[in-house]
């Protein structure tokens, strides 16, 4: 089992430009979420998707936007980056329980976005 | 929306020695509390995590409290070893019943040997 996989490791682009950014989830798990964490802080909530649905969204504009592919997999698409954007970008994937039971997240090894 | 404030930022302490992290929330309706572990460089790793319906959980070294009524829940690391070192991070799970997962700000841990 390979575990959470995200590509591309890095990735370096210039304002105004286009990203998208990929995610395999572990075997097994149905939910895919994505989260931004900055420099020296804690990952931000970007979204969840679930059945190819995007199920909750956190603060972010709608420059981010997300797709759930049949197999689960995952893509993150932001459009006109900001410099603001730099970031580590994870993945987290799970296996969806009913409320009110959680299982755990677990996280793909991210993909740094650096803005200039 | 949840908020969830966690102290202190750093912490240091001799090896041997214990280490405790407290996070408060304000959403009563929380019930799912995760401490994740993020060496440098590396991922978030699930380390423990406790649910409304339990007080106290313990794995080997660590353990977390909940104290529902005060809305805080805490991360204890007993016989402190340099390779506990890393940034450490509370969360919420969504009271709304999917998988969102609030992060608090982050303690960086130093052990020194």
């Known amino acids: 089992d390979a575990g959470v996989t995200q590509s591309p490791t890095h990735l370096i682009k210039t304002r105004g430009q286009q990203v998208t950014l990929r995610c395999s989830p572990k075997?097994?798990?149905?939910?895919v979420s994505w989260y931004q964490q900055a420099l020296g802080q804690g990952p931000q909530f970007i979204f969840q998707?679930?059945?190819?649905?995007?199920?909750q969204r956190g603060n972010f504009p709608d420059r981010f936007s997300g797709h759930q592919f049949p197999n689960y997999s995952s893509e993150l698409n932001v459009n006109a980056l900001l410099l603001g954007d730099s970031a580590l970008y994870l993945c987290?994937?799970?296996?969806?329980?009913?409320?009110?039971?959680?299982?755990?997240?677990?996280f793909g090894p991210g993909t740094r976005l650096t803005v200039l | 929306g949840e908020n969830v404030e966690q102290h202190p930022s750093t912490l240091s302490v001799q090896e041997g020695d214990s280490a405790v992290i407290k996070c408060t929330y304000s959403?009563?309706?929380?019930?799912?509390f995760p401490w994740y572990k993020q060496e440098l460089g590396k991922r978030p790793q699930l380390i423990i995590d406790?649910?409304?319906?339990?007080g106290e959980k313990k794995d080997q070294r660590i353990a977390v409290t909940l104290n529902k009524t005060a809305k805080h829940f805490s991360l204890h690391i007993t016989e402190t070893q340099p390779e506990d070192s890393a940034v450490y991070f509370c969360?919420?799970?969504?009271?709304?019943?999917?998988?969102?997962?609030?992060f608090g700000t982050g303690t960086k841990l130093q052990v020194i040997p």
């Open positions: 987290a994937s799970s296996r969806r329980l009913v409320r009110p039971f959680y299982n755990e997240q677990f």
């Open positions: 075997s097994g798990h149905d939910t």
């Open positions: 998707y679930y059945e190819e649905e995007e199920r």
């Open positions: 959403d009563s309706a929380s019930n799912y």
């Open positions: 406790i649910r409304s319906n339990v």
């Open positions: 969360a919420l799970g969504d009271s709304g019943g999917y998988q969102k997962v609030t």
